[in-house]
């Protein structure tokens, strides 16, 4: 039984720094959880924290039911992939996997011969046999990844951890050694902790998936389920390549059906999706449209339901062709979508013909929307000044972000210093740290599978 | 093909050798002219530089000696000198040995010291780390003899100056060498944090990881290190000669041999000095060469990777 329990867990470096926030999250024995975000948003110190490589700041850490905040990682039982491989450069293959064997003391203490067993067993399996004997700088990448895990496996551990572990391979190994891990995983049979910015490995490696963004958990749960039911625009748009298109659109209730109006088209929504609009009893009003770019088909010609637009740029990959194109519904102001084609549906006149400039028209089921609240015009400001930092932002560039007049304008700045989210720095505005807290909360929940949800289900694991 | 050769297009090199032959010189006899007089320059300074060596190495086998001579050449060649050095009549031996004790001791004592203090300071984040490497580095621009009166002052009162000049010198040597940390630090700084973290999941305590996994991997400078402690004694005389203050029983080498040099002593001593100093360096130059590999990596790897 390995069990991993993270309980309000924080980590606030020296300056004040927020690099997790609030981190709830229950890891079952045998489970392989993968943390998945872009740079900086905490996973890799989350991860660190779990290890005891860095101070937990607040909350509470547990690993099969010990409380371990103040151990040492030794103390832990954990082993650990670094992204860098950090192989002891002055060991043999063979004197770095068995490096964590020597050190183990009292009633674990093993003999040499029970280490020459685990190492040339750890060493068979991963196939490295034959470098035993070399020392890591005679290795390649992909064989030093290798010994690395080597290292991590030997040890008899209760949570074996990866920080990364594929980054610095090129991507053919990338998928080899991804694979490979996926067939590991079934050998050693023990809880993962996977920190990965990719979100392939994310979804193919995962049991389950942690999103995390500016140190907030964005959604928890199954690669189907943040792909199917993503919590929020980040999740929507994070997960699936090429990205979800997401654009304006006002979704309408009419009786008891639902259709949605975006670039002047009057689009049904169907399936599962009007249904659970339905029960979910959701009334007219405007939100942001996400449909993924494999789920968009196109025709050379009009039709009922069918947007017009212009290709900007065609991207064949050879499986596939990625089509990102402007919508022609206003010209002052196109929306770039992208479409996700196969090429084995496509004529050879048809792939000639779809370069730029072409106009195309393009459409969706109703089964494949997706629907988000849109960002209000105080979480868009905020988000903005945010990502500024101390520089801040005039009233003059919130006015143009907000899309209002400058005394308008003026008067939101006002309202936003009176909730204190916002401070005057002469003249210039910057977020408070409560005004931080609140902009790193993306709002722009899914109408349907908002992180209601999850944060009860998350709850509930605890 | 004699064609091709003739109405090929000169490569841009030809192009500007044919041109700096128009302007009255080639490439090539630049180059050597320049290299000439670069060879002749290097070549003075070191016979400037030399010229002491070779000097006092000949001079130690001098067997007539009536003092300071202009000669170069010995007029009669022998041992004597240096066999004087180790008889019973001179005070050499007795030098030697507290310098030899000197140097072992430093040796050990500052190289721990400072691959602590460069340990510490490299690996672990404490809130007056930054300050105290800029307070150390100000504290190092002044000179050490500054704190000559104090230092003596409270050597006097531990009774370790005059004859028991050796332990008094091994105190302040050692006491002070946490403050050379910054070529080790350097090194240290190169290698990896991963590997400590790496070690210290595997299961090492910080001493563990210190030793089996730093250690080995900074051997260049930990040798720098012991070379340099060990050399730094055997050419001291500031310290050394007022801490003995006068006393030939507390004396290092370069005190003693300096004491050979005064008016009344030199015409009797000049070929003894000379003999001594060729002993003093043995085996500074014995260790040099024995570890010169490492040494010329440590202090290149610590300066360009850190």
Known sequence: MATVVLKNVKKIYNGGVLAVHDFNLSIKDKEFIVFVGPSGCGKSTTLRMVAGLEDISEGECYIDDVLVNDRPPKERGISMVFQNYALYPHLTV????????????GKEKMSNDEIYERVTDAARILGITQYLARKPKNLSGGQRQRVAIGRAMVRPSKVFMMDEPLSNLDAKLRNQMRA???????????????VTHD???????????VIMKDGFIMQVGSPTEVFDRPANLFV??????PKMNTFPAKLVKEGKKYHVECFGCKLPVEGEKADELAAANIETMDVILGVRPEHMVFSEKAGDGLIPCEIAVNEMMGSEVHLHVNTLDNPDKPTSLIVRIPTVGLTTAQRQNLVAGTKIYIGFEGKVMHFFHPLS?????????????EKGMSAEGIAKIADMGEEKARDLIQELIAKELLADHKGRYVVTPAGKVEAEKIKDTNLLYGPGEEAAASQANI | MADNNTNRKPTPMEALEAENQKNGMGLKARRRIGNAVSYVVLILISIVWLAPFVFLIFQSFEVSSTGWSSRVWPKQWGFDNYVYLFSANANFNRWYFNTFIIALFCCIGQTLMQIAMAYVLSRFRFKMRKPLMNFMLILGMFPGFLTMIILYTVLKDLGMTGANAVPGLIL??????????????GFFDTVSKSLDEAAMIDGATRAQVFIKVILPLTKPIIIYAILTSFMAPWGDFIFASYIAFGNPNGYNVAVGLYEWLGTEQISYHYTHFCAGG?????????????????????????????
Not at chain 1, 94 to 105: I, K
Not at chain 1, 236 to 241: M, S, V
Not at chain 2, 278 to 304: C, D, H, K, N, W
């Open chain 1, 94 to 105: 063979y004197e770095n996997m068995a490096f964590p064997l020597r050190l183990l003391r």
């Open chain 1, 180 to 194: 490979e891990i996926i067939l590991l995983r079934k050998k050693i049979d023990s809880t993962f902790i996977y």
């Open chain 1, 199 to 209: 979100q392939t490995e994310a979804m193919t490696l995962g049991d389950r998936i």
């Open chain 1, 236 to 241: 929507a748009e994070f997960i699936g390549a």
């Open chain 1, 377 to 389: 015009i105080e979480d868009q400001v905020l988000q903005n000044v945010a990502a500024r930092k």
């Open chain 2, 172 to 185: 302040v040597s050692i006491a002070s060498s946490g403050m050379g940390y910054y070529v080790i630090k």
């Open chain 2, 278 to 306: 060729v002993v003093v360096s043995i085996p500074v130059i014995v260790l040099f060469l024995m570890l010169q590999r490492y040494y010329v990596e440590g202090v290149t790897g610590g300066a360009v990777k850190g």
